[in-house]
């Protein structure tokens, strides 16, 4: 693993161990040429479906591009970053249990939506105004009025 520090190649693990979740492998590494230590994560590398755009593109998934979307919506709320990254790593089980190898960004959308309907509201009339891409007033209205009777 390259050194963030002097960028030699070699370093040694110190120290490893599991996240929380269990998801990841947390790891304490010493460069062996300036002996600095840093901190990285291992996630197994998992296959995705393809992710199909409006305009009929596809596109392998991007965790962080969904993080970043997500992190957006959340911004200045009381979502933690942990809370977010729980919510995609969720994501991510269900399109690989759907067993699909292309999902419409849509389902994606409408997954994302459902997920932060029950962390925060205001997160999610943020990311559905941007997903949505309202026209007008008329119908970001109407999306809030739905939200306020369930």
Partial sequence: MKCPFCAFADS?????????????????????????????????????PLVIKKDG???????????A???KACEKRPVSV????????????QMQESGEKEIPSKSLGEWVM??????DQVAYVRFASVYRSFKDIT??????????KK
Avoid: N, W, Y
């Fill in 12 to 48: 040694k693990v110190v120290d490893s161990r599991p996240d929380k979740g269990g998801s990841t492998i947390r790891r304490r590494r010493e460069c062996e040429s300036c002996g600095k230590r840093f901190t990285t994560h291992e996630r197994v590398e998992e296959i995705l």
């Fill in 57 to 67: 593109r596809r596109e392998p998934f991007d965790r962080m591009k969904l993080v």
């Fill in 69 to 71: 979307g997500i992190q």
């Fill in 82 to 93: 942990e809370t977010i990254e729980r919510l995609v790593d969720r994501l991510e089980i």
């Fill in 114 to 119: 459902a997920e932060l309907h029950s962390i």
């Fill in 139 to 148: 119908e970001f209205m109407s999306e809030l009025q739905d939200l306020l």
